[in-house]
């Protein structure tokens, strides 16, 4: 039962995410389907983070860049006619890891504080070429002129069929970084993320596989992007705002960094509690600012490290 | 003569002013354990980090079983035979044992893009790991995370990883390092198992390890090789004294 | 393209860059010597221009207003070093990474509260307004200058304080070994504070200077952050030196391209298309610069020594 604990609260979390939009229409609050939709989608752009972060040690500033351009892949296409979802989000997954190929080919080559800066350096380019996009709506940003289709399959616009389907696409995304972490490929990862020098002397070049899994984190969270802008139906550059990965980077070190299971709950619990600060008061930010900073120095292992046992292949 | 397994020319190394290595000569035969020693600061570090590519030198070559390694980096050197032990315990200190041998199996197996499969269910890496385990005398500590093996255990899981990766030449750096003396007694009996199987670089301070184990020595100081001979040759040595006096 | 126009941009890029440069200064001493990455170093920047701006409001001078605007963001870093950050020097890297986020995030949030979030604009004092004439045909405006003289004189001093004072020796003494340094009986944490308290100032200073020419408003700090992380991947980290060339790069790439792009594409392209992929590869190219310079030297121009 090597990971028992872990698959318990993931099983609990996926039991109780489901009985939302029910128990949501028993109250009459609608709104928690939106919210929850809005933390689940955040929750596969954090397992996707954690892929590269927890496993792979590469401390990416920037992953709000794939977000974007997810998001700016899906608008685009419907903006020229293309509301095929299938097509759209394929070219959202495609284009982000297109671009994170780009991306982690010149910043994997470098390692620890320049890994960190050139990420984020990236993401706040493409976040003034967003602005720059005046055909895309620049600063302002633009309405997505029509949600993603699927053939009458799935509605996007009914917001409970949304909502399972982004239930499902978590439970999917989770179980596929399980695996891969376990596979050959995630034992070079962590072995490289463990012990560099080590890996080298025993025959692994990392630079490849940690470009592999940097450019499959970046599809992962492309399509976290195209799932937001059907969310959100607005596209704006401010989805690629550095403040946005530092989020994200935050939810998987809230949750349990190496765990696939605690940044799910990182995101859920970040979510919530900035959306209750927020209603309380208008500068919420106070309070979470000082908040991050107490979970970074006496919180280290975050959530995960409370409700399971840690593990010890980290 | 056959040509030797490890040929090194004129290797050169130096860091400002300092010539760390200066136009060594040293040739490993297939088969014998040759040792390395020299007193402190004679640059046996930066040495073995030019052998083990994770330096570039300034000049000279290094060939290794008939093909010229210089410019390649350390993990082409392990995938073409070259494997090595660390002067400080290195190992993946959260995998279990087998995990880390297991690693150095599969890093041997053909590339790692394999996405799927678990591979700690993976009886193609498993099962080889646990042979080397077992041969190393850490069978039973299989399923221990590295970390909390005896220290001496961690340095025979060092030797099990490089093993494991089938190699033609093994680089030890200091293998008795910071040993007790049983310890010390059991590493060296089991390197003498490996003798003659394995062809063996010894680098190591303890001069009863490097008397037991050497085939040949060679006495670096201040990054020369100022005299390479059979254990008999090296005590005789008038210049290899001179060199050790009042160094131990 | 005229004379007049390439000169005026020449030095408008020696402006940024010397914003830039006392940005990076701080960051890449306080990286190079106790290992600390701080995201919140924009947040001085900030602060420096708000202080700078209410202190020239009590005083009704400008002048006045900087100078006290100095000490002030000294301490305020002080204490965000002693507070929060002292503990950090152990940490990795992600942890210092989250933990200075948070303090971006309580920083912006607290000048919201302060100061509201509209943006404060103020004018410069009659005497700064003007120009300088240059000749019959070229003017640049005084106070632009002046900050560019400012600037270099700081880069000067810096130079000065670490390669020729007991501070700086021990400042790179302390950097390389630490457990010397105290042997010697230098208080090593006070030290740390001091070089903190420092790098603070600096950009306190930067952003005090910009204080009466751009709008002062919460976060400003953070897009001039990224920057000098830029000029540091071009420059090398922990390198006066190498903030400095990269600091000087990066303003002139950025000031020339947001100038020159569109036209210099309009001559390749058909105008409308010029018209629009000129800004947008414009805002990109010092990003894309560094891309460059990474590939070629993944460890930037001019790296510190051993390091």
Redo the contacts between chains.
């Keep these: 039962m090597r990971h028992g604990r872990r698959a318990i609260v993931f099983l609990g979390l996926v039991l109780l995410l489901a009985a939302v939009p029910p128990a949501a229409a028993l109250l009459g609050q609608p709104f928690y389907v939106d919210l929850l939709r809005r933390v689940m989608i955040f929750a596969i752009a954090a397992v996707s983070l954690d892929l590269i972060?927890g496993y792979g040690g590469m401390?990416s500033?920037g992953h709000a860049a794939y977000l974007g351009v997810g998001a700016y892949a899906v608008t685009i296409l419907a903006v020229y006619g293309v509301h095929n979802g299938v097509l759209q989000w394929a070219a959202a997954v495609g284009a982000s890891m297109l671009l994170a190929a780009a991306i982690g080919a010149?910043?994997i080559?470098?390692s620890?504080?320049?890994f960190?800066?050139?990420t984020?350096?990236?993401t706040?380019?493409l976040y003034?070429?967003g602005?720059?996009?005046?055909?895309y709506g620049g600063d302002n940003g633009m309405r997505l002129p029509m949600r993603s289709q699927f053939g009458g399959l799935i509605d996007l616009g009914n917001g409970t069929e949304f909502y399972y389907l982004v239930l499902g696409l978590l439970v999917l995304v989770v179980l596929f970084v399980r695996?891969?972490v376990?596979?050959?490929?995630?034992?070079?990862i962590r072995?490289a993320k463990?012990?560099e020098?080590?890996?080298?002397?025993?025959?692994?070049?990392p630079y490849p596989?940690r470009l592999?899994a940097f450019v499959i984190s970046g599809g992962i969270c492309g399509l976290a992007g195209a799932l937001l802008i059907n969310h959100t139906a607005y596209l704006t550059p401010d989805l690629m705002h550095?403040?946005r990965s530092?989020d994200i980077?935050?939810m998987v070190?809230l949750g349990g960094m190496a765990s696939t299971v605690g940044p799910v709950l990182g995101a859920l619990v970040l979510l919530v509690l900035e959306n209750a600060l927020s209603n309380w008061t208008e500068?919420?930010?106070?309070i979470?600012?000082?908040?991050?900073?107490l979970?970074?120095?006496f919180a280290?292992r975050g959530l995960g490290g409370l409700l399971w046992r840690e593990e010890?292949?980290? | 003569m056959a040509e030797p397994l490890l040929e090194v020319r004129g290797l050169s190394k130096s860091f400002g002013a300092l010539s760390a290595t200066d136009q060594v000569e040293l040739d490993v035969l297939e088969g014998e354990t040759h040792a390395i020693i020299g007193p402190n600061g004679a640059g046996k570090t930066t040495l073995i980090g030019q052998l083990a590519g994770d330096l570039r030198p300034d000049a000279g070559r290094i060939r290794f079983a008939g093909e010229d390694i210089t410019a390649l980096d350390a993990p082409a050197r392990s995938r073409r035979g070259f494997a090595r032990s660390f002067q400080i315990t290195s190992v993946y200190r959260d995998f279990t044992a087998l995990d880390n041998v297991a690693l150095a199996v599969q890093a041997h197996a053909g590339h790692s893009f394999r996405f799927w499969r678990a591979a700690r269910g993976d009886e193609a890496l498993r099962a080889p790991a646990r042979a080397v385990l077992e041969e190393v005398g850490l069978g039973a500590r299989a399923e221990v995370p590295a970390a909390n093996l005896a220290h001496g255990e961690q340095r025979q899981l060092e030797i099990a990883m490089a093993l494991a990766t089938k190699p033609r030449l093994l680089l030890l750096d200091e293998p008795v390092a910071g040993m007790g003396a049983e310890e010390s007694q059991r590493m060296v009996r089991f390197l003498a198992t490996l003798k003659g199987r394995e062809t063996m670089i010894l680098v190591e301070h303890d001069m009863d390890a490097v008397f037991t184990l050497a085939d040949r020595i060679s006495v670096l100081v201040y990054g020369r090789i100022i005299a390479t001979g059979t254990p008999a040759e090296i005590r005789a040595n008038a210049e290899v004294r001179a060199a050790y006096l009042g160094e131990d | 393209m005229n004379l007049q126009l390439v000169l005026e941009q020449l030095l408008n890029g020696g402006q940024l860059g010397v914003t830039l440069f006392l940005m990076a200064a701080g960051l890449t001493l306080i990286f190079g010597i106790m290992n600390l990455v701080n995201l919140a170093h924009g947040s001085f920047y900030m602060v420096g221009a708000y202080l700078a701006v209410t202190f020239y409001r009590w005083t009704g001078s400008l002048v006045l207003g900087v100078l006290l605007a100095l000490p002030a963001t000294l301490l305020a870093g002080a204490v965000v070093e002693v507070i929060a950050l002292r503990t950090l020097y152990e940490r990795d890297h992600l942890d210092q990474v989250l933990a200075t986020f948070g303090l971006i995030l309580f920083f912006n949030e607290l000048t919201a509260i302060i100061w509201g979030r509209v943006g404060l604009f103020t004018n410069l004092p009659g005497w700064l307004s003007g120009s300088v004439d240059f000749g019959a045909t070229f003017s640049y405006p005084l106070y632009r200058l002046v900050i560019i003289v400012v600037g270099i004189g700081v880069a000067g001093a810096l130079w000065y304080m670490v390669t020729r004072t007991r501070l700086g020796m021990l400042v790179r003494a302390g950097a390389s070994n630490r457990t010397m340094v105290a042997a010697l009986g230098v208080n090593i944490r006070l030290l740390y504070t001091l070089v903190f308290g420092i790098g603070a100032a600096l950009a306190g200073l930067a952003g005090a200077m910009a204080a009466p020419i751009y709008a002062v408003q919460p976060g400003m700090g953070d897009p001039v952050l990224i920057q000098a992380f830029v000029v540091i991947a071009i420059g090398g980290i922990g390198s006066i030196r190498g903030a400095l060339a990269g600091a000087l790069i990066v303003g002139m790439v950025d000031t020339l391209g947001r100038a020159f792009l569109k036209p210099a594409l309009a001559t390749l392209i058909s105008a409308p298309a010029a018209q629009s992929a000129g800004p947008a590869l414009a805002s990109m190219l010092v990003y894309l610069l560094m891309a460059v310079v990474l590939v070629l030297r993944p460890e930037g121009l001019f790296p510190a020594r051993g390091r």
């Design positions: 972060l401390v500033f010149v910043s080559r470098t620890g504080i320049y960190i800066m050139i984020l350096a990236f706040q380019m003034y070429l602005i720059s996009l005046d055909v695996r891969l376990d596979s050959r490929f995630g034992m070079v072995a463990s012990n020098p080590r890996t080298r002397a025993i025959g692994f070049s596989y592999a550095w403040t530092g980077l935050f070190v500068h919420w930010q106070i979470l600012g000082p908040f991050l900073v979970v970074v120095l280290r010890r292949d980290g």
